[in-house]
């Protein structure tokens, strides 16, 4: 029988099937909690501060510049700031606070690469995963601009690293922050984690059936 037409076997079937489940139960067992933040100059039809909560890549909450609120994004969510109505008027504080500082920062970093006007955006990815079989936990943070690479904190280290050359300065005023350090960790190990499980608690269902709104 010519290659092409041979039959798939029993065993290749009973394969596949095992290393799909295989893989389903590792999605289930690991768990992430992501926050997107851009802030960005002259770019038409965005706001200047846009920010994007996701658990298990799924978009749980959003606040922008404009309306200067966060919103949730799933039913689950709302019933969460139903039961909690001062969670949501935290995290709304929270963004607030990040609107200004990406602000500012933003300013600094064009004087920074010699820049005055045109389109600018400034780019955080911050957040945790969980391993809810081994309980193990790894927090994450990383700043973009203009769609390079620019900083990234080092957990092990509780330092930043780049292999930017015009970020160096940047690094040094950071690492030399430690009061900013020991937040950054507390948010990583602590903040996060528990908001994490938190969220899992009220959309756990919804996150395994996909049954999103």
């Known amino acids: ?18 290393l799909a489940i295989y893989v389903l139960l590792i ?17 038409p039809n965005l706001p200047e501060f846009v ?12 606040y922008d510049s404009d309306t200067q609120k966060a919103e949730p994004t799933q039913a689950w969510m709302i019933k969460l700031t139903e039961d909690d109505p001062q969670h949501l008027e935290g995290q709304t504080a929270l963004a607030l606070d990040q609107q200004q500082w990406f602000k500012a920062t933003t300013e600094n970093l064009k004087q920074l690469f010699n820049q005055s006007g045109g389109v600018h955006t400034f780019q955080l990815m911050v957040g ?70 938190k969220y899992l608690n009220y959309g756990r269902s919804s996150l395994r059936t996909g049954e999103f709104i």
């Open 128 to 197: 945790c995963e969980w391993d809810e079989e081994t309980d193990e936990l790894n927090g994450f943070g990383q700043f973009g601009y203009d769609g390079e690479d620019f900083l990234s904190f080092d957990l092990k280290t509780q330092t930043w690293i780049t292999s930017n050359q015009q970020a160096l300065i940047t690094k040094q005023n950071w690492d030399s922050d430690k009061a900013d350090t020991a937040q950054w960790k507390n948010f990583l190990t602590q903040i996060f984690p528990e908001l994490l499980k």
């Open 51 to 62: 920010a994007v909560g996701m658990v298990d890549d799924v978009q749980i909450a959003r």
């Open 27 to 43: 999605s289930i067992m690991i768990h992430s909690l992501k926050y997107f933040l851009t802030g960005s100059s002259e770019v």
């Open 1 to 18: 029988m010519c290659e092409p037409c041979r039959p798939i076997s029993d065993h290749t079937i009973t394969y596949r099937s095992l």
